[in-house]
């Protein structure tokens, strides 16, 4: 499932922006296929420019019924009347989604047999302070066992003994998701750490579910930013 609306705050319209011939949202969707892994992948949007986008270029799309805060909310209720157990959401704004990636996460619920893990999703280190101190860049800390403690837009952990060893990493915005948590999301009302964040996997962590981090050290580029857009077009050449 690809979660897709066209009115994003820091760049609006950018899915439908053209990404070297492409728009991003088509790019993300083909990109999505191309992997293989999936019966079926669709993007789920209230948008009617996207709806068309997609169906033209020979896609599948689920019109949402209602307007949603998040892309989880979007999707829990695409799936509601879905016979499946993992979903997959890949964000509309990863042209550079790619399988081994996806692989990672997926395989995380085949070595999970207590079913103790609620969701999985990605993580890269990242080196660059400016990266680290962009607000626009969601960073996450884990425990020893990878499972996510916390996800900011500040840089965490604070880096008060710069020479103790602290790594950074990005979150990436691709989750797999057991069908259960994600309808429970859906139902749990928004607090003010995600309110405050604007991240909404942080609502999983503030009612008790386990979100296991897979690193990856494949980055591409997630298009927030107009700026985000042209360092795509240059990375797609």
Request: proline content about 4%; overall charge negative; glycine content about 4%.
């Amino acid at each position: 499932m690809i979660p897709a609306r066209y009115a994003a705050s820091r760049f609006p319209g950018k899915l439908m922006q053209d990404l070297n011939g492409k728009t991003v949202i088509t790019r993300t969707y083909e990109a999505t296929v191309a992997t293989g892994l999936f019966e079926e992948v669709y993007v789920v949007t209230d948008s009617d420019v996207i709806r068309e986008e997609i169906i033209s270029n020979g896609g599948k799309v689920i019109m949402s019924q209602k307007q949603h805060e998040s892309g989880s909310d979007r999707i829990a209720e695409a799936v509601q009347n879905v016979e499946v157990d993992i979903v997959i959401n890949v964000q509309g704004d990863e042209p550079f989604t790619e399988k081994e990636s996806l692989e990672k996460v997926i395989n995380v619920f085949y070595k999970d047999p207590n079913k103790e893990i609620d969701l999985a999703s990605l993580m890269v280190q990242i080196k660059d302070w400016d990266e680290i101190k962009n607000p626009n860049t969601v960073k996450v800390i884990v425990d020893q066992r990878n499972f996510a403690l916390y996800f900011s837009r500040s840089p965490i952990p604070y880096p008060r003994d710069e020479n103790a060893g602290a790594k950074y990493y990005k979150h990436k915005g691709i989750y797999a998701f057991r069908k259960q948590a994600l309808l429970d999301f859906y139902e749990l009302p928004m607090k003010s750490l995600e309110a405050t964040e604007k991240i909404e996997c942080i609502r999983y962590l503030e009612f008790g579910k386990k979100i296991k981090m897979v690193e990856t050290t494949i980055e591409g580029v997630e298009i927030d930013t107009p700026e985000d857009l042209e360092r795509a077009k240059k990375q797609w050449k």
